[in-house]
C-alpha cells in the first residue's frame, strides 16, 4: 500500500462514524422524548398510589383516560369550538398582518402611524381587554375571535415586517436598475425573502392563537357563556371533577403539540428547496 493510499481507512471509517451518529441522534429524537413522557406517567400513577391521592385532588393516568373516553362526546365537542376560534383568528391574523406588514414597507409614514398601535395591543393583557370587548360586541364568537386574534397578530406583522425590510440592498439596487415597479419588487424580491420569517411568525401565531382562544374562554366561560374546553375546565373544578379537568387540559396540549408540527412541517416543504435554514447541513 503506498502512501497516498494509507489515508482512506481512516476516512471510510470517519463516514461510518458520521452516519451511525446521524442514526443515532435520529432514532434518539423520538426515542427519548417518549421514554421520558412513560417515565413521568409512571411516577405520576406510582405517587397516586403510594400516597393514596383521592382522584378528585390528583387523579390516576388511568382514570384520567377513562374519563377522556367516557366523555368523549362532551369534550371533543368543545375541542372543535375551541379549535374553530383558533384557526380563524389565526386566518385572521395572517391577513391583517401581512396585509399592514406590505403596508409598512411601502410606506415609512404608515409605519411610523400605525405600528405603535399594533405594540400597544400587544403588550396590553387580554384580560384587561375582554371587559370593553364584551361592552361593545354583542356576539359570544365574535368576542371570542376577536381576543384570540388580538393575541395571535403581532408575531405574523413584526416577523413579516422584518423580513420584507430584511433585503440584501445590492439586490434592491440591481432591481432599481433594471427599472423593476415598487410592485415588482415586493413580488419577485421583498415577499420570497420574508417567507422564512413569515414562516416563524406563523408557527409562534399558532401557538398563541389556541393560547388566546383558551384564554378568552375561561373569561367568558366565568359566566357559562362559552362552549370550548376552557369552560369545561371551569365546571369541572366547580364540580371537583378532576378526571375531566386532566382531560380537557391533555386535549389541548395535543391540539398545540399537532398546530406546532403541521405549521413545522409546511414550513419545512416550503424552504426545504432554498433557504438555508431547511436545507440539510453537511457535517
Given at each position: 500500500?503506498t502512501?497516498?493510499?494509507?489515508?482512506?481507512?481512516?476516512?471510510?471509517?470517519?463516514?461510518v462514524?458520521?452516519?451511525?451518529?446521524e442514526k443515532?441522534?435520529?432514532?434518539?429524537?423520538?426515542?427519548l422524548?417518549?421514554?421520558?413522557?412513560?417515565?413521568?406517567?409512571?411516577?405520576?400513577?406510582?405517587?397516586c398510589?403510594w400516597?393514596e391521592i383521592p382522584?378528585?385532588?390528583l387523579?390516576?393516568?388511568?382514570v384520567?383516560?377513562?374519563?377522556?373516553?367516557s366523555?368523549?362526546g362532551?369534550?371533543?365537542s368543545?375541542?372543535l369550538?375551541?379549535l374553530?376560534?383558533?384557526f380563524?383568528?389565526?386566518?385572521l391574523?395572517?391577513i391583517g398582518?401581512?396585509?399592514?406588514?406590505?403596508?409598512?414597507?411601502?410606506s415609512?409614514?404608515?409605519?411610523?402611524?400605525f405600528f405603535?398601535f399594533a405594540?400597544v395591543l400587544?403588550?396590553?393583557?387580554?384580560?384587561?381587554?375582554?371587559?370593553?370587548?364584551?361592552i361593545y360586541?354583542?356576539?359570544?364568537?365574535v368576542?371570542?375571535?376577536?381576543?384570540?386574534?388580538?393575541v395571535?397578530?403581532?408575531?405574523?406583522?413584526?416577523n413579516?415586517?422584518l423580513g420584507?425590510?430584511?433585503?440584501?440592498?445590492?439586490?434592491?439596487d440591481?432591481f432599481?436598475?433594471?427599472g423593476?415597479?415598487?410592485?415588482?419588487?415586493l413580488?419577485?424580491?421583498r415577499?420570497?425573502?420574508?417567507?422564512p420569517?413569515f414562516?416563524g411568525?406563523?408557527?409562534?401565531?399558532?401557538?398563541?392563537?389556541?393560547?388566546g382562544?383558551?384564554v378568552a374562554?375561561?373569561?367568558?366561560?366565568?359566566?357559562?357563556?362559552?362552549?370550548?374546553?376552557?369552560s369545561?375546565?371551569?365546571e369541572?373544578?366547580?364540580?371537583?371533577?378532576a378526571?375531566r379537568?386532566?382531560?380537557?387540559?391533555i386535549?389541548?396540549?395535543?391540539?398545540?403539540i399537532v398546530i406546532?408540527?403541521v405549521l413545522?412541517l409546511i414550513s419545512?416543504l416550503i424552504?426545504?428547496r432554498?433557504?438555508?435554514?431547511?436545507?440539510?447541513q453537511?457535517r
Amino acid at each position: 500500500m503506498t502512501a497516498i493510499d494509507s489515508p482512506a481507512p481512516l476516512v471510510d471509517a470517519e463516514e461510518v462514524r458520521r452516519l451511525r451518529q446521524e442514526k443515532l441522534e435520529s432514532i434518539g429524537r423520538w426515542v427519548l422524548p417518549l421514554a421520558i413522557m412513560v417515565l413521568a406517567v409512571f411516577l405520576w400513577d406510582r405517587i397516586c398510589v403510594w400516597n393514596e391521592i383521592p382522584k378528585y385532588i390528583l387523579p390516576r393516568p388511568g382514570v384520567v383516560m377513562q374519563t377522556m373516553y367516557s366523555d368523549a362526546g362532551l369534550l371533543f365537542s368543545s375541542l372543535l369550538v375551541t379549535l374553530k376560534i383558533t384557526f380563524l383568528s389565526l386566518l385572521l391574523a395572517v391577513i391583517g398582518g401581512v396585509g399592514l406588514s406590505v403596508l409598512f414597507t411601502q410606506s415609512k409614514w404608515v409605519e411610523m402611524s400605525f405600528f405603535p398601535f399594533a405594540i400597544v395591543l400587544q403588550v396590553t393583557p387580554i384580560v384587561a381587554i375582554f371587559p370593553l370587548i364584551n361592552i361593545y360586541v354583542a356576539n359570544q364568537t365574535v368576542k371570542l375571535l376577536l381576543c384570540a386574534w388580538i393575541v395571535a397578530f403581532f408575531p405574523i406583522l413584526s416577523n413579516t415586517t422584518l423580513g420584507l425590510n430584511s433585503v440584501d440592498r445590492n439586490l434592491r439596487d440591481m432591481f432599481r436598475l433594471n427599472g423593476a415597479t415598487r410592485w415588482q419588487q415586493l413580488r419577485y424580491l421583498r415577499l420570497p425573502a420574508a417567507m422564512p420569517y413569515f414562516l416563524g411568525g406563523l408557527k409562534i401565531a399558532g401557538g398563541l392563537s389556541l393560547i388566546g382562544a383558551v384564554v378568552a374562554e375561561f373569561v367568558a366561560g366565568a359566566s357559562g357563556q362559552s362552549s370550548g374546553l376552557a369552560s369545561r375546565i371551569i365546571e369541572a373544578g366547580y364540580r371537583l371533577n378532576a378526571p375531566r379537568l386532566f382531560a380537557a387540559l391533555i386535549l389541548i396540549s395535543l391540539a398545540g403539540i399537532v398546530i406546532f408540527l403541521v405549521l413545522s412541517l409546511i414550513s419545512h416543504l416550503i424552504l426545504r428547496r432554498w433557504h438555508e435554514s431547511a436545507i440539510k447541513q453537511e457535517r
